[in-house]
């Protein structure tokens, strides 16, 4: 059946291409599919690609066969080795040109150097990492920060709406890394003050759902505690939006990044040893809100396993 299997007869509004369907990538591909879009994707893991099929994705043999079949791609992959491997493919496909739509979190030196070997093979790279978790990507209550290539951004757009509330043209290439570090240094500070703050309440002898109800109504609320204080609240950490694991390695390249500008940053600093416990925990596979467990353990809270339930908005 060609270089994909074809799913459904529906009008598109075009054909685009997503390299790595997990937690991220998985949730653009449903939305731009629901957004009208033909959508062909390829990930290594199996299961992934049978998810994605049922949502109505077709599923590519492997990427060089993708890049022969669209001119747009998207790629979300969890390493800077994937990335590589991806570009890689794609520059020794000899296909027609292809915009390839950057969005993971790495080190601003592994995007330049993938966009260097796209362009040497005639093709283009924007740099377009997402702010908003694996929850929001779901309900494309994400933001992209696209830098790169204006022409190909402005073109894009319609591509973008469909599977994000916004996007924002930041300039030349590599301004969307550095401003999605400035973006997950606050997500990756704010989201140990919510733990902290929670496990503080219930030390005192205050219930989670009350803690959680009196914050998000009071002037100590932000975004990330609405998004992770309702993990908290269950104390259930295994249906990730970002998984310990992953997260460490956005914490590297952040801290590394700050430490070559020379730029202090105490209160990240402060949180790397509580992500770290996290991991050794055994929290790897769960979310970054299992540092609130990391933190009752030392406050001396012992909570049993809640059920999963629907927490109070």
């Known amino acids: 059946m060609g270089t994909a299997k074809r799913m459904g007869t529906a009008k598109r509004m075009g054909t685009v291409g997503v390299v790595g369907l997990g937690i991220m990538g998985g949730a653009f591909a449903k939305n731009l599919v629901a957004a009208g879009w033909r959508v062909i994707g390829y990930d290594t893991d199996p299961v992934r690609r049978r998810a994605l099929a049922k949502a109505g994705v077709e599923l590519a043999a492997d990427t060089r066969h993708l890049a022969g079949a669209t001119r747009t791609i998207i790629t979300s992959l969890p390493k800077p080795a994937a990335l590589a491997a991806t570009v890689a493919t794609i520059a020794d496909a000899g296909s027609r040109p292809i915009v390839v739509i950057e969005t993971s979190t790495f080190a601003l030196a592994d995007k330049l150097e993938a966009a260097g070997k796209l362009k040497a093979a005639g ?6 990492p997402i702010s908003g978790t694996g929850a929001q990507a779901k309900s494309k209550d ?23 509330r916004s996007a924002h043209d930041l300039g030349a ?23 902290e703050a929670m496990v503080l309440g219930i030390k005192a002898g205050l219930k989670p759902q009350i803690i959680y109800d009196m914050v998000t109504s009071g002037a100590g609320n932000s975004r990330i505690f609405e998004l992770r204080a309702p993990m908290m609240v269950r104390n259930r950490y295994d249906d990730p939006t970002m998984k310990v694991a992953v997260w460490q390695k956005d914490m590297q390249v952040i801290g590394e990044f700050a430490q070559a500008l020379r730029c202090p940053t105490p209160l990240f600093t402060a949180t790397q040893p509580i992500y770290d416990a996290a991991l050794a925990d055994g929290h790897a596979a769960e979310d970054t809100a299992s540092v609130c467990a990391v933190l009752e353990a ?5 909570r049993g396993k809640a059920a999963k339930r629907k927490i109070r908005a």
């Open 123 to 128: 093709h283009i790279m924007l740099d377009c």
């Open 142 to 164: 994400i933001v992209v920060y696209a830098s790169g290539d204006r022409n190909a951004i402005k073109r894009l757009r319609p591509l973008f709406a469909g599977f994000a």
């Open 173 to 195: 290439l590599g301004n969307g890394s550095r401003m999605k570090y400035v973006a997950n240094l606050l997500v990756a500070i704010n989201n140990v003050a919510a733990a």
């Open 298 to 302: 030392k406050a001396g809270v012992k």
